[in-house]
């Protein structure tokens, strides 16, 4: 039996030393560290959650591969920056526009390769540290977020007032043809029938 609920347990003044300590112990495994200028989030997500970003992921490779698109993805791999003082592990990631800039690297260093093009977030349960400010540092254009009712694409904007931060969309920018609502349906039958029955079902509505 699934469960539906993620563990989350936040500490309030953790230093950066002790997050970057936690990450060399952990790695990057099933428990999910995020960090931002002294707090830190310990997050243990359960087996409905990994459903469902399992279920985005295989969607979203069916669709690039059906549409030809170059697409490399890094799962749940580490993001951060001292410099910055933030730092993530996304439920899933992929480089697109940019895939090409990190075919064969086996380390990714954040303060002078490129971020990802889009992260997945599967947020069941509310977070105890906000994501979209670490992404928006970081760079990131595009977050798709799964609240277990419906999925959203957001867009990284910068405002000279209050610098970067994210905002509905109705298409993607990594995929212009593929709306956050046609992929919400099919997440819902992944969730319902499987995750097989709902990469068919995708790729039997692209042909059309």
Request: negative net charge; hydrophobic residues 40%.
């Amino acid at each position: 039996m699934l469960s539906a609920a993620d563990d989350r347990v936040t500490l309030q003044n953790a230093s950066w030393e002790l997050y970057q300590s936690m990450l060399r112990e952990i790695g990057d495994g099933h428990i999910r560290l995020t960090y931002d200028q002294g707090r830190l989030e310990i997050m243990s997500p359960s087996g409905f959650h990994e459903d469902i970003k399992k279920a985005l992921a295989r969607l979203i490779e069916a669709y690039a591969d059906a549409a030809g698109i170059d697409i490399q993805g890094l799962g749940s791999t580490t993001f951060d920056r001292d410099d910055l003082q933030k730092g993530l592990e996304p439920d899933e990631c992929y480089y697109i526009a940019n895939a090409a800039r990190i075919i064969g690297k086996r380390e990714i260093d954040a303060t002078i390769d490129p971020p990802p093009d889009l992260a997945i977030e599967v947020d069941l349960s509310p977070p105890g540290v906000a994501k979209q400010p670490i992404y928006a540092a970081l760079g990131v254009p595009e977050i798709w977020r799964y609240d277990g009712r419906r999925l959203i694409c957001l867009h990284r904007t910068v405002e000279n007032a209050t610098g970067a931060r994210y905002m509905p969309a109705e298409k993607s920018l990594s995929f212009p043809l593929l709306a956050p609502a046609d992929l919400g349906r099919f997440l819902e039958l992944a969730l319902t029938a499987g995750q097989s029955a709902a990469v068919r079902e995708l790729r039997a509505w692209m042909k059309g």
